[in-house]
């Protein structure tokens, strides 16, 4: 079945370090690759997308591109701030009968220092 | 433009008992997928519902059921309450539940089961 892997975490960094947040996934077909990010107490807001090989998606200085041979969507900031401080979730969606089913990795923390 | 909105946003209750759950997804949002997520087993999706239909659903028993609503407004039920089911629970809404299509979150329902 889908699977998605996200690299094992927690990460911290100084403020204005470089992220790297690596995520590789399991699917047939050609799913669409969403980047979601949690902060404490809330729900999940939708970072970026990509929904087709070497697309990019970014918003907020963060990136990822969709990497068809190598199974991959890693997320890169360059320079990370102490308010990026959350939880950040690779997902994939399919299509076909895959209605409404996004499939996430376990989810990295990342804290970032002053 | 209002978000989801899930209420409650806390619960308590005992063992063998059941509770509902409601979401109200984005105005125009006719698809619904709900989610559990737990310390342990990460995010898991439940099921999800467009125009009143289950469309999908998760590996999850038949404890777990849900609807839909004409105006797509969406309820789970979850009942003879396990000290397991102790999750945030998450609703999320997208225009039609395609795979290109990003799904927008509530800040969830936390459930806690004594």
């Known amino acids: 079945g889908d699977s998605v892997t996200q690299m094992e975490g927690p990460v911290t960094l100084s403020e204005e370090a470089f992220l790297t947040i690596n995520c590789t996934y399991t699917?047939?077909?050609?799913?669409?690759l969403f980047w979601y990010v949690q902060y404490p107490g809330e729900g999940l807001q939708l970072l970026l997308k990509?929904?087709?090989?070497?697309d990019k998606g970014s918003n907020k200085g963060f990136e990822a591109t969709y990497r068809k041979e190598t199974t991959s969507f890693h997320l890169e900031k360059g320079s990370v701030q102490v308010s990026d401080s959350a939880v950040y979730f690779c997902?994939?969606?399919?299509?076909?009968?895959?209605?409404?089913?996004?499939?996430f990795g376990q989810g990295t923390i990342l804290t970032v220092h002053p | 433009k209002a978000g989801v909105t899930q209420t409650p946003r806390y619960l308590i209750k005992t063992r063998g008992q059941q509770v509902t759950l409601s979401c109200s997804p984005i105005?125009?949002?006719?698809?619904v997928s709900w989610y559990q997520q737990t310390p342990g087993q990460g995010l898991q999706f439940l099921f999800e519902?467009?125009?009143?239909?289950?469309?999908n659903k998760g590996n999850f028993p038949g404890r777990f059921s849900g609807r839909q609503f004409s105006n797509s407004r969406s309820e789970m039920n979850v009942s003879t309450l396990e000290l397991g089911d102790s999750a945030l629970y998450l609703c999320?809404?997208?225009?039609?539940?395609?795979?290109?299509?990003?799904?927008?979150f509530g800040d969830g329902t936390r459930l806690s089961i004594l």
């Open positions: 999320a809404s997208s225009l039609s539940g395609a795979s290109n299509q990003p799904q927008h």
């Open positions: 997902a994939l969606s399919r299509g076909g009968t895959s209605y409404g089913k996004l499939t």
């Open positions: 519902y467009f125009s009143e239909t289950q469309r």
């Open positions: 699917a047939t077909g050609y799913p669409s």
């Open positions: 105005s125009g949002h006719r698809s």
């Open positions: 990509a929904t087709k090989a070497d």
